[in-house]
C-alpha cells in the first residue's frame, strides 16, 4: 500500500517529503551576491542618471542662454542706430523733432491734457504760508 501512494503522488511531493529542504545553498549564495549587488550598484546608477538630468537640463539653459544673447545682440545693434533711437523717442514717449506739427486728438466735449498741462502761460504760486513752513507745522502737529 505505501508504494501505491508512492506511485499516486507527484515526483516532487515525493522529495520534498524526503527532508530535502526547499532553500538549498546555492539559491541562498545567489540571493545574497543578487542583494549585494543591488545594494552596490544602486548609489553609481542614482548618480548616473541625475548627471544625465543635469546634463539635459544645462544644454537646455545652453540653448535659452544663446538664444538671449542673440537677442540682446541684436537690440545692441538696434540701440546704436541714431534712427531707432529717434523713432522710439516718437513712439514710447511721444517726442517731436523741432518743426515736425503735432496734432492732439480729443473726444467730443473732452478737455486736452496738453492744455492743462502747458498751464496756459500764467503760473501763480500758491496762496498761504511758504512751503517750508507748512511742513514744519505738519511736523510738529504729526509729534503731538
Do not use: F
Request: overall charge positive.
Amino acid at each position: 500500500m505505501a508504494d501505491r501512494a508512492r506511485r499516486q503522488q507527484p515526483r516532487g511531493a515525493a522529495t520534498r517529503q524526503r527532508g530535502r529542504p526547499v532553500l538549498t545553498g546555492r539559491a541562498l549564495v545567489l540571493g545574497a551576491i543578487m542583494v549585494l549587488l543591488v545594494v552596490i550598484l544602486a548609489s553609481p546608477i542614482t548618480r548616473y542618471l541625475g548627471s544625465r538630468s543635469d546634463v539635459s537640463h544645462a544644454a537646455a539653459q545652453l540653448h535659452a542662454d544663446r538664444t538671449e544673447l542673440h537677442q540682446l545682440t541684436r537690440q545692441k545693434q538696434r540701440l546704436a542706430d541714431p534712427g531707432y533711437i529717434q523713432q522710439q523717442a516718437r513712439n514710447t514717449l511721444q517726442y517731436a523733432m523741432p518743426g515736425d506739427t503735432v496734432y492732439v486728438v480729443v473726444d467730443k466735449g473732452a478737455k486736452s491734457a496738453l492744455a492743462s498741462s502747458s498751464g496756459g502761460g500764467k503760473s501763480t504760486p500758491p496762496k498761504g504760508r511758504a512751503w517750508n513752513t507748512r511742513i514744519w507745522a505738519s511736523v510738529r502737529s504729526a509729534g503731538r
